[in-house]
Nanobody, 120 residues
Framework: QVQLVESGGGLVQPGGSLRLSCAAS????????MGWYRQAPGKERELVAA???????NYADSVKGRFTISRDNAKNTAYLQMNDLKPEDTDVYYC??????????????WGEGTLVTVSS
């Protein structure tokens, strides 16, 4: 079993910054991609940013230039640095990881989500 624990969400004013963290624990042989998604009530979950095991990032157009994804493979942890936050960034942010177990079966895991609220 693998658990993803997110932290770092909260309330911030427009133009402010937050840093989200996602730590993976459990039976982990390797982690392929890690990523952050967000979902507003009544809407589909959408990709915010993802990063490969070798550190190649991918961003949604709406966050390019403002958000930066990174990861520490030694700690099985991914980070999302969010700068110049806007009210439309308000959402629940979910961490995602594709993890290989001891049999090299890759499984998709999700965290429980952390709320980011951008408001004055």
């Amino acid at each position: 079993q693998v658990q993803l624990v997110e932290s770092g969400g909260g309330l911030v004013q427009p133009g402010g910054s937050l840093r989200l963290s996602c730590a993976a624990s459990g039976t982990i042989l390797s982690i392929r991609n890690m990523g952050w998604y967000r979902q507003a009530p009544g809407k589909e979950r959408e990709l915010v940013a993802a990063i490969t095991s070798t550190g190649v990032p991918n961003y949604a157009d709406s966050v390019k230039g403002r958000f930066t994804i990174s990861r520490d493979n030694a700690k099985n942890t991914a980070y999302l640095q969010m700068n110049d936050l806007k009210p439309e960034d308000t959402d629940v942010y979910y961490c995602n990881a594709v993890v290989a177990d001891r049999r090299w079966n890759f499984m998709n895991y999700w965290g429980e989500g952390t709320l980011v609220t951008v408001s004055s």
